[in-house]
Nanobody, 123 residues
Framework: VQLQASGGGLVQAGDSLRLTCAAS????????MAWFRQAPGKAREFVAA????????DYADSVKGRFTVSRDNGKKTVYLQMNNLNPEDTAVYSC?????????????????WGQGTQVTVSS
């Protein structure tokens, strides 16, 4: 599967953004999907994940209550709605896919990656 992330940008603290990850290739519904982010000088970190059918979602503690992950299997797309952004959310955000049933917090567990999209939050 090929993944293409978009929707990043420069926003102010408190603003919202919605990231989109569009997939092409094999049936999208067979993949557990996740978002990761990497800030300059920091390790890549898990942000959110959603199960194949969209019924199970998982979030990093740092984004719970502010970010929402969703998917539309018919459109082969996964979304990350980010509200109340703060400067600590500044990073390159990437989407990832794995065939396994369960999500993983470990980026090495994902089989496919899209290119990242930059999110910059100014104070």
């Amino acid at each position: 599967v090929q993944l293409q992330a978009s929707g990043g940008g420069l926003v102010q603290a408190g603003d919202s953004l919605r990231l989109t990850c569009a997939a092409s290739g094999r049936p999208f519904s067979m993949y557990t999907m996740a978002w990761f982010r990497q800030a300059p000088g920091k390790a890549r970190e898990f942000v959110a994940a959603i199960s194949r059918g969209g019924d199970m979602r998982d979030y990093a503690d740092s984004v719970k209550g502010r970010f929402t992950v969703s998917r539309d299997n018919g459109k082969k797309t996964v979304y990350l709605q980010m509200n109340n952004l703060n400067p600590e959310d500044t990073a390159v955000y990437s989407c990832a896919a794995r065939v396994a049933l369960r999500a993983s917090y470990d980026f090495n567990a994902y089989d496919y990656w899209g290119q990242g999209t930059q999110v910059t939050v100014s104070s």
